[in-house]
């Protein structure tokens, strides 16, 4: 079956530095990469997301790659913010979305 | 506002009583899931359901059970909790079919003593 692995488990990074992560899955079958971010005490909520046909999405300070053939993907936030403080997790599914496997999860501090 | 709605947000039990985590969702999805979240495991999925009447097993199905009776609701089951069954649980839901956005609850935190 799919497995998702994520790096970094933690990232601390300055305000206004930029941040990464990684994730590698498996199953060549998947096709869509959502990535999610949780604050302290709420649930994971869908900040951008990729589709197999598409190699780069940006919105705003965000941005998500992917390499098909390598079978990764990253998330690079730009000029980061205290508030940009939080787990993320990374995301796989395949075709019909009925099992999606996450990452571990990765904790980026932002620091002031 | 569009929403899943978890209760309760925290709870303590002891090993072997019975108990139910509700999940309602207001967006009519059809596609409902249960996720359990551990320290370095991230998000691991206990069961979903494609639609009323129709469930399936996730990854981490032992020891717990659900139902679909209605469309917005999801309940999970643990007929007789164990102390491995300690951790966070999110409700989600989402557009059957498609690879689209989950909406997730606010979590329940589980601890069986």
């Known amino acids: 079956g799919e497995n998702v692995e994520q790096h970094p488990s933690t990232l601390s990074v300055q305000e206004g530095d930029s941040a990464v992560i990684k994730c590698t899955y498996s199953?060549?079958?998947?096709?869509?990469f959502p990535w999610y971010k949780q604050e302290l005490g709420k649930g994971p909520q869908l900040i951008i997301d990729i589709r197999s046909n598409v190699g780069e999405k940006k919105d705003q300070r965000i941005a998500v790659t992917l390499n098909k053939t390598a079978k990764h993907f990253s998330l690079h936030i730009t000029e980061t913010q205290p508030e940009d403080s939080a787990v993320y997790f990374c995301?796989?599914?395949?075709?019909?979305?009925?099992?999606?496997?996450f990452g571990a999860g990765t904790r980026l501090f932002v620091k002031a | 506002e569009a929403q899943v709605t978890q209760n309760p947000r925290y709870l303590i039990t002891v090993t072997g009583k019975k108990l139910t985590v509700t999940c309602s969702q207001n967006?009519?999805?059809?596609?409902m899931s249960w996720y359990r979240q551990d320290p370095g495991l991230g998000l691991r999925q206990i069961y979903y359901?494609?639609?009323?009447?129709?469930?399936d097993k996730g990854d981490v199905p032992e020891g717990y059970k659900v139902s679909r009776k209605e469309k917005r609701n999801f309940p999970l089951i643990l007929e007789s909790p164990s102390p491995n069954q300690t951790s966070l649980y999110f409700c989600?839901?989402?557009?059957?079919?498609?690879?689209?956005?989950?909406?997730f609850g606010q979590g329940t935190r589980l601890t069986v003593v």
């Open positions: 967006m009519n999805h059809e596609y």
């Open positions: 989600a839901s989402s557009v059957q079919g498609k690879n689209t956005e989950a909406f």
């Open positions: 199953d060549s079958a998947s096709n869509y």
């Open positions: 995301a796989a599914s395949i075709p019909g979305g009925f099992k999606t496997i």
């Open positions: 359901s494609m639609n009323v009447e129709v469930t």
